[in-house]
């Protein structure tokens, strides 16, 4: 982990890294759509439908992942000032809204045949709206300051402010009377599903979120490569305008 | 045509195929974003850096 935090003991191992896991994220992607929608029976009660849960339940998952991942990140600039920490965060946030959005767009079609609406304004479809909202929050943010130690250490706030959602998010469904289903995975007394269902979902939850890792990785170099970019035409930058400045100052 | 048509006989087969098929747009899109700006970040520090260590990403 300690090696891992110098940028460029990070670019060298992510660098090997990066094949393997998405190797392994397309296998077990393609393997998790197969059993998602070949091998799992049709639910005795939704039918056929019930195949949007195989995406809508890993999407929303790795939106509540990824969110803890930033908020790891989001410590480490607050506290070791560590610039992959910022990085991470900034990686992380489209990744979060596009996996965030993906969850309210799916759960909005399999609520239409379900429950007979697209939307209805309950606890945990709400909470989840919020959740898409920080994430387009933090990539504004992070567009709209230029100096990027101080977009970091605001977004890293904002991060920390929001974190109170995720469990919002989670426990919504026993706090609250809502229309969508509570936990049937994670709760008390083991999963309620059956098995031929649950598996497919174990699966592409590994997938989803070996995915989101893969993706993170990459978006983290890249990140890496943008600030090197930038240090590099500052640097370009500084004698230049001393050159202009000197002339300017030389002229009669 | 067998095959398409038992498919269109699956009640709520237009809400299964929507969730996929958005589903595969937001990932697919974000990977092609994700690709598309490194390609972007990669070239113009070539520009900067010569050698392309940069670049490399070492």
């Known amino acids: 982990m300690m090696a891992l935090a110098n940028p460029a003991n ?37 039918g056929e439908t019930v195949r949007i849960m195989f995406i809508h339940v890993p999407a929303a998952w790795v939106a509540s992942l990824c969110y803890m ?23 992380a946030a489209p990744l979060g809204a596009a996996f965030t959005f993906t969850c309210l767009v799916t ?20 909470s989840v709206l919020v959740l898409f909202l920080i994430y387009l929050g933090l990539i504004g943010l992070w567009q709209a300051i230029e100096e990027p130690g101080r977009a970091a250490r605001a977004a890293a706030i904002m991060t920390l402010v929001g974190v109170v959602n995720i469990p919002i998010v989670k426990f919504s469904v026993d706090w609250w009377n809502t229309l969508h289903q509570p936990a049937s995975v994670f709760r008390m007394g083991g999963p309620a599903l059956d098995p031929s ?27 890496v490569l943008r600030r090197r970019l930038r240090r590099l035409m500052l640097n370009a ?12 100052e030389a002229a009669p | 045509m067998t095959a398409l048509s038992a498919l269109l006989a699956v009640p709520h087969v237009g809400f299964i195929l929507a969730a996929y098929g958005v589903t595969a747009a937001v990932l697919g899109g974000t990977v ?17 850096d010569p050698r392309g260590r940069g670049a490399a990403g070492r």
């Open chain 1, 107 to 126: 759960g909005s079609l399999w609520g239409k045949p379900m429950w007979g609406t697209y939307w209805v304004w309950d606890a945990r479809l709400t």
């Open chain 2, 32 to 48: 092609a974003a994700l690709v598309l700006d490194r390609r972007r970040q990669t070239r113009r520090l070539r520009r900067f």
């Open chain 1, 69 to 91: 991942v930033m908020t790891g990140a989001a410590l480490g600039t607050l506290v070791w000032r560590h610039p992959l920490a910022d990085a991470a965060q900034k990686a």
């Open chain 1, 10 to 46: 990070f670019m060298r191992i992510s660098g090997r890294l990066l094949p393997w896991l998405a190797a392994t994220t397309a296998v077990c992607l393609l393997v998790g759509l197969i059993l998602a929608l070949v091998v799992a029976p049709p639910d005795y009660q939704q």
């Open chain 1, 237 to 248: 930058a500084v004698p230049a305008a001393a050159t202009t400045f000197a002339i300017v």
């Open chain 1, 197 to 223: 269902m649950l598996w497919p979902l174990l699966v592409m939850a590994a997938g989803f979120s070996l995915l989101f890792a893969t993706l993170h990785l990459y978006a983290i170099r890249t990140e």
